[in-house]
């Protein structure tokens, strides 16, 4: 995936420079949800969907994680039929080192097939819903502070009975 935008310093001399910003797979986030719990649907602050990440892992070249204890997802569903994801996770690298990683701007626009496959607890494709999210992380280790230093961008999709894939690409 590529995206274009201008080159700054090329403006003083009224010259126009674009390059483009490569996004680079880096890893590969799998949970797996437990719920959910009785919808919020009546709240003056809008309906939500609380679900539990129960099981995870983060995997790439450079970093191997699994979830550490339960995570949650708090999923706003819009009046646009937009679902909204708002998810804690904590990790644990496979050297010990504590990773804190959430995403409060992520995007499922459904689809029937989306609807179907999460009714029927099976996969879908990558193009079957628009499933994205900017995940961010935290860590204090220097190996890993990669992941405070670069901005990153997923796109999901059902992987199984109450899986979750996302494919998590780095913006070089």
């Not at 010259?15 to 986030?29: A, D």
């Not at 719990?37 to 990440?53: D, M």
């Not at 949650?72 to 708002?86: E, K």
């Amino acid at each position: 995936m590529v995206l274009l935008v201008s080159d700054e310093s090329r403006k003083k001399t009224n010259e126009r420079h674009v390059h483009m910003i490569e996004l680079k797979q880096e890893m590969i986030y799998r949970e797996t949800i437990e719920g959910p719990l009785e919808s919020t649907k009546g709240s003056p602050f809008g309906e939500r969907l609380c679900w539990k990440v129960s099981a995870g892992s983060l995997s790439g070249p450079r970093i191997q994680a699994t979830v550490a204890m339960p995570g949650t997802d708090w999923m706003r569903l819009g009046a646009d039929g937009m679902r909204r994801q708002d998810s804690r996770v904590q990790l644990v690298t496979d050297d010990g080192v504590t990773i804190l990683f959430h995403y409060d701007t992520g995007l499922i626009r459904s689809s029937d097939a989306f609807l179907n496959a999460l009714a029927n607890g099976t996969e879908t494709q990558w193009s079957d819903q628009y499933m994205r999210m900017i995940p961010e992380f935290e860590v204090g280790s220097k190996k890993y502070a990669w992941l405070n230093q670069n901005l990153f961008v997923a796109e999901g999709r059902l992987a199984g009975p109450k899986q979750i894939e996302y494919a998590i690409y780095r913006l070089s």
